[in-house]
């Protein structure tokens, strides 16, 4: 079935960087979701893009729509111990009206 | 919080023994979703229901049946539970489908199967 490979899988950062990940697939996507999940709990969804080329900011999270439709980056500026967690992109593949979900970035952030 | 709720939050079972699972929503939402969460794999859909008695086959379905009878309920039954199925369990719920409504998550089960 079609696969979303989510990079990186995990990283270890210094409090104050700037983080980025992406999704890619050689899939075409509607729509991309970025969740962060805390141990323990569910997905919360941090951000949702509808159009290719669209970028989107929650706080200091910032999320791209590829222009492709294949793809989707989100970035975090000046990172905090609490963004610890792990980071999950969706996507709703063109003709359907289901999510698949990445495999998840796992971030850890040292003060 | 979006109101929906996962009981129980942990189970120990014995292999082939039937267990189910249950998420209760009260936000009124028509589409419901059971995914499991294994590491390296993310999160892969179960089964999935798009109103009373309507219900649906996602990825992974094999070993897992569901039941939705009221709306706010949603059924996720191991008929005879596999060391395989250990798993975190999660539901998920959404007003409709179509590309601008995202999911809300339940906070998951954990299930061990031993």
């Known amino acids: 079935g079609q696969q979303l490979n989510q990079s990186p899988q995990s990283m270890f950062i210094q409090e104050g960087e700037d983080v980025s990940m992406n999704c890619t697939s050689s899939s075409i996507f509607n729509t991309w979701l970025w969740y962060k999940q805390d141990p323990g709990e569910g997905p919360v969804l941090l951000i949702a893009l509808y159009k290719a080329g669209e970028l989107t900011s929650n706080g200091r999270l910032t999320a791209q729509f590829g222009i492709t439709r294949k793809d989707s980056f989100l970035n975090i500026s000046a990172s905090i111990p609490s963004d610890v967690g792990i980071y999950f992109c969706a996507g709703q593949l063109e003709g359907t009206y289901k999510y698949i979900f990445g495999t998840g970035t796992r971030l850890k952030v040292l003060a | 919080d979006a109101g929906i709720t996962q009981s129980p939050r942990h189970k120990v079972t014995e292999t082939g023994t039937p267990v189910t699972l249950r998420c209760h929503q009260t936000e009124n939402h028509r589409y419901m979703y059971w995914y499991r969460q294994d590491p390296g794999h993310g999160l892969r859909l179960i089964h999935y229901?798009?109103?009373?008695?309507?219900?649906d086959k996602g990825e992974v379905s094999d070993g897992y049946s569901v039941s939705r009878s009221k709306t706010e309920d949603f059924l996720l039954t191991l008929e005879s539970a596999t060391s395989s199925q250990t798993s975190v369990y999660f539901c998920?719920?959404?007003?409709?489908?179509?590309?601008?409504?995202?999911?809300?998550f339940g906070s998951g089960t954990r299930l061990t199967v031993v």
């Open positions: 229901s798009y109103g009373v008695k309507d219900t």
């Open positions: 998920a719920i959404s007003p409709m489908t179509g590309p601008n409504y995202g999911y809300t």
